[in-house]
């Protein structure tokens, strides 16, 4: 029997819907009716299987504190071992409501006020909030953009600013936010060397790992068991299937004291039971979303080659970052020789475009903007026309 094909080009209008995204533009200091490619969420339906399950639970009609039973954990082992050939078990899983919220827990339990938390600039944001919010202090293992055109960890660097800033905690987006890097087993055994001569624990980020173009996803608590012992693995089904409102991740520490200190502190933050419907939409996106998510592949690859051809023949000022993984892709706005309020103008104002500035991913990504491509594919065509649009009127001036 034939599966059923997936609609993404239908262009579904999420105004009205309380949407950061589509219904928050001005109270965000944007205009108002600005098309918006920025905040990492689909504007693609979420798999009919997903959306069965909720209305199911919706019809029941009681919705009080719940928790997912054995079942649920299943779905997610089985997912995490068929597609990532990582075997998990039951007693390392913790679920929070979101993978922001678990680097958070991770500061407060690892650190004291004053510690040093490595990061990779450019990273997404929340990483240098967390840390600064919490009283720490950010150190910086900045990626380099290699004359390959793609970015590199400087481990020589990063093993140098660990020692000189006695780190104990580091932040590892896996695959990498926003510069799409899918990193290679090597690499992160090289890095996982690092974590242990020094010892540092480590928050491997993976809520991308299910957005693979080239290479494969190695997931970094499954290199050794050394580095099993020492990291936080970072989960969720919020990306891959677009439920991020349901707001629910799987955290997995298979350290036993890592763990205790991880829950006492959401104990200390107040937090207990998970979102009921979250627990439901999860079990049922990785038990049966498959075949959505394999169809969802096949179109965002789509969509990455379309602006690829797209730049290079109409708007060849601007340079794609080459991503291995993530539907974020990464620009190089740099050949239009613009300063970022110059930059920001033309984009927001000329465009009407509401992307994401590199700036916010550090100061390395200025000069660079962050794009959503996972959206129908005519909502790409119409910004890139009018990014184009905007740049031939500022040529002409």
């Keep these: 029997m034939s599966k059923e094909r997936i609609d993404f080009n239908e262009r579904i ?20 009716g600005i098309l918006p490619l920025w905040v990492a969420d689909m504007d693609f339906k979420a798999p009919q299987p997903v959306l069965d399950a909720l209305k199911n639970r ?16 299943e779905a997610v082992k089985d997912w995490m071992k068929r597609r990532h050939g990582w ?69 020589e660097d990063f093993e140098k600013k660990a020692a000189e800033n006695q780190v104990k905690l580091f932040f590892l987006c896996s695959p990498h936010n926003p510069v799409g890097r899918v990193w290679t087993k090597e690499e992160l055994t090289q890095l996982g060397e690092i974590c242990e001569r020094l ?48 707001q629910i991740s799987n955290i997995f520490i298979s350290n036993p004291e890592l763990k205790r200190k991880f829950k006492k502190e959401i104990a200390a933050a107040g937090y207990s039971q998970i979102n009921a419907l979250g627990l439901t939409a999860c ?12 169809q969802l592949m096949d179109y965002l690859k789509e969509n990455i080659q379309f602006v690829r051809t797209y730049l290079e023949h109409s708007l060849p000022e601007i340079k794609l970052i080459e991503p291995d993984g ?45 794009i959503n491509i996972a959206c129908p594919r005519t909502l790409i065509i119409e910004a890139l026309d009018k990014l184009r649009t905007a740049i031939k009127n500022l040529q002409n001036l």
């Design 13 to 32: 209008d999420r105004k009205n819907t309380s949407s950061i995204k589509y219904d928050f533009a001005v109270q965000r200091g944007k205009p108002e």
């Design 326 to 370: 993530t539907y974020l892709i990464w620009l190089d706005f740099r050949g239009l020789g613009l300063s970022e309020q110059d930059r920001e103008e033309l984009i927001v104002k000329k465009a009407g475009l509401w992307l994401d500035s590199g700036a916010m991913f550090g100061p390395v990504g200025e000069g660079f903007e962050r």
């Design 199 to 246: 010892d540092i624990i480590v928050v491997s980020d993976e809520i991308h790992q299910d957005f693979v173009f080239k290479g494969e996803h190695q997931v970094f608590a499954a290199i050794s068991e050394a580095l099993k012992n020492r990291t936080i693995t970072c989960t969720a089904p919020s990306k891959t299937f677009n439920v991020a409102g349901l």
């Design 87 to 155: 075997s998990v078990e039951r007693n390392w899983l913790v679920k929070t409501p979101g993978v922001v919220f678990a680097l958070a827990m991770a500061v407060k339990a690892y650190t004291k006020p004053g510690d040093g938390v490595m990061i990779q600039q450019p990273v997404y944001y929340p990483f240098s909030e967390v840390i600064e919010d919490n009283g720490r202090k950010i150190v910086d293992n900045t990626l380099y953009l290699g004359e390959d055109g793609i970015y590199h960890m400087d481990l």
């Design 58 to 73: 919706v019809e029941h009609g009681i919705f009080g504190y719940s928790e997912g039973k054995e079942e649920y954990f």
């Design 283 to 294: 079990e049922a996106a990785y038990r049966y979303g498959e075949d959505w998510h394999d």
